[in-house]
């Protein structure tokens, strides 16, 4: 069987580091917030090219935490992607604001910027975008959009570690950003964790303020703030892994190439190359019209695929307001996209047996 993802296989290469690492800090006395949450903290924030970052508990709540920090009126809309992981409108909506969704390009699966501009209203405050699948968003456009109509820009790149794009990595090309560090992504934790970069300084202290109960000094709160704060093992965990990320978004990148170079069955649509570094591969998606086949098709013969995702936000119980919503490339994508196994886990042995799989489908 060949699994979609192995985290065993791709963190056995860090196991006797992280046993030492997790060691020291069960003997430092000191678990939540301290040195090595700053340390991690000021390692990230150089990788992404910012001023800041602050580690907080998980991706949704670094995408939360940046919205509350905005402190825009409640009911303010926010525009972002129809076809997203839940959590990208969550933030949204448990932050008092209202999504507005916008249909993505359908070949680059990302929110479609000139589609954006006659979704504007005088209550519009931000753009919420998602670097999907670990590919970049055309930020040029999407910033020239925001500075005409005078709006925040906020990334979502819990899926693009390490992207880069315009000369810049991802968690740069806005006003502020979101990393969730879920064990599954390219720079994956040991549990939960996330974090947060900018170069704002005020907004920066204020998502610091806010992840720790709203307060700077202990027992002195300003604000009304939440618990999401990042632990020491993680933090630490995390700083030895992000000197390994570009070589793994590399190691991706390869096979990445090797799929797109491959396969060929014209019943299997392949996702589009884009400049280098452009793309980390968080998942490689296809598009296939009979999905249902050739999912049972790929488990008999021993390869576990996954689907990102099966339902539209729209379509979603929890979401019943935006029900009445049309959305026919996002409903589309949510029918045919598979994502095929990725990850540090393959060797091209192993993708060399799936591409012949899929090429005699
Ligand atoms: C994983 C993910 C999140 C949420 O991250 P958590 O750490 O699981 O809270 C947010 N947005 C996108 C696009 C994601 O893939």
């Known amino acids: 069987m060949i699994k979609f ?4 296989e791709i963190n056995r290469p860090y196991y006797e580091a992280m046993e030492r690492i997790s060691s020291e800090v069960i003997r430092s006395g000191w678990y939540i917030l301290g040195e090595r949450v700053r340390e991690f903290e000021n390692k990230f924030a150089k990788f992404c090219g910012v001023d800041y970052c602050i580690g907080v508990g998980n991706g949704l709540d670094a995408l939360s935490l940046i919205l509350k920090a905005m402190d825009f009126e409640k009911g303010s809309e926010i525009l972002v992607p129809a076809n997203t992981y839940i959590a990208t409108v969550l933030a949204i909506t448990e932050a008092g604001y209202r999504p507005i969704l916008i ?3 359908s070949a680059t699966f990302n929110i479609d910027s000139t589609l954006m501009e006659h979704q504007i209203t005088s209550r519009t405050k931000a ?6 699948y670990g590919r970049c968003c055309d930020m040029e456009a999407i910033n020239g959009i925001a500075k005409k109509h005078g709006l925040k820009v906020i990334e979502d790149c819990a899926q693009a570690h390490g992207a880069m794009t315009l000369g810049k990595r991802v968690g740069n090309l806005s006003d502020a950003a979101a990393f969730s560090f879920y064990p599954g992504k390219n720079l994956g934790a040991f549990g939960d964790a996330g974090a947060v970069t900018t170069s704002d300084q005020a907004l920066a202290q204020r998502v610091s303020i ?3 109960y709203g307060s700077e000094i202990k027992y002195h709160n300003l604000i009304k703030g939440v618990n999401s704060r ?5 933090a630490a965990l995390l700083s030895h892994k992000l000197d390994f990320l570009d070589q793994e978004n590399a190691k991706r990148e390869q096979l990445a190439e090797y799929y797109l170079t491959h396969i060929k069955n014209a019943k299997v649509e392949l996702p589009e190359r884009s400049n280098r570094g452009a793309n980390v591969w ?9 999905r249902a086949g050739f999912i049972e098709y790929m488990k008999e013969s021993g390869i576990e695929t996954m689907i990102h995702y099966p339902i ?3 379509n979603q119980e929890a979401y019943k307001e935006l029900a009445h919503l049309k959305l026919p490339i996002t409903e589309k994508i949510h029918q045919e996209v598979v994502s095929l196994p990725m990850g540090g886990h393959l060797s091209i042995d192993d993708l060399s047996y799936i591409v012949s799989k899929i090429n005699s489908y």
């Open 312 to 314: 539209p936000i729209h």
């Open 127 to 132: 753009i919420l975008v998602v670097h999907l």
């Open 282 to 290: 968080h998942l490689f998606v296809v598009r296939v019209k009979d």
């Open 103 to 105: 249909e993505p390009d």
């Open 210 to 212: 806010l992840r720790n």
């Open 5 to 8: 993802l192995d985290l065993q």
């Open 230 to 234: 990042l632990d020491e093992f993680q």
